[in-house]
């Protein structure tokens, strides 16, 4: 693992895995549990090209280069400063050879790389409309919670264009927007073929959903069993720890 310099209010996390480490700075965005989930739930066959889109700081990448034997993943962030931290990150884990960061927006992600390019693409997209709740509409946070610079229709249109056929997208979004979730996976040909609910505790409503499409696959979706975060206040569920590599 290489030495590099942090930029000022920056700090690096232990991934728990492989020894991995990330860039990140809290006054901006840090990654959050549902990232984690999502590289958990994404499956990559050995040799599988993948695509992120909307990387953040790169953790999903770094994440399933770290799960899977993947041959190269790339991400994509229209953030430049989120960007860089990615980069450096990726370098700082001696992983240049097989992840790219690409500066970009999702809704050109068409004009960037090849159709049907991609055996898996993945998205922790922004989950929620309009400004509901939307305090400074360019700030770092408010661009990665709030459908500021994209919209969900933009994630699974950018992501049909780019999946090979039978290729497979992966995303975690909010079961408030299920049906429109479904609907919009659907029109794109991003058959919904696996989903799973995320609650935090056992006896609470469910805060995430986990989605998996396949591109032109045939109709038939399998419902997994329930995911609890935790057991009791401040410890997690086995699962949990598993997913997260402790």
Not at 17 to 28: A, D, L, S, T, V
Not at 72 to 82: A, K, M, N, P, V
Not at 191 to 211: A, G, H, S, T
């Amino acid at each position: 693992m290489k030495e590099i310099s942090l930029k000022e209010k920056e700090r690096l996390d232990d991934l728990q895995r492989n020894g991995y480490q990330i860039i990140q700075n809290p006054e901006k965005f840090c990654f959050g549990m549902d990232a984690v989930l999502l590289s958990g739930f994404a499956k990559v066959k050995p040799g599988g090209t993948v695509l992120d889109l909307g990387t953040g700081t790169g953790i999903i990448p770094i994440l399933l280069e770290a799960k899977t034997e993947a041959s190269h993943l790339i991400g994509l962030e229209i953030q430049e400063e989120s960007a860089d931290m990615a980069r450096r990150s990726v370098k700082l884990n001696d992983l240049s050879a097989k992840i790219d960061i690409v500066t970009g927006d999702i809704k050109e992600a068409d004009k960037l790389f090849a159709s049907a390019s991609f055996d898996v693409i993945t998205s922790n997209p922004p989950y929620m409309i309009g400004e509901h709740g939307l305090q400074n509409p360019d700030a770092p946070k408010a661009i990665a919670r709030h459908e500021v610079l994209c919209t969900l229709e933009d994630v699974v249109g950018q992501a049909a264009k780019l999946l090979k056929p039978g290729g497979h997208f992966f995303m975690v979004h909010r079961p408030f927007r299920l049906a429109e979730i479904i609907n919009v996976m659907i029109q794109h040909k991003l058959e919904p073929k696996r989903m799973q609910l995320v609650y935090p505790f056992v006896d609470k409503e469910p805060n995430m959903v986990l989605i998996e499409g396949v591109r032109g696959g045939r109709p038939r979706m399998t419902v997994e069993k329930p995911l609890i975060i935790y057991k009791e206040p401040g410890v997690y569920m086995p699962e949990i720890y598993d997913i997260y590599g402790y």
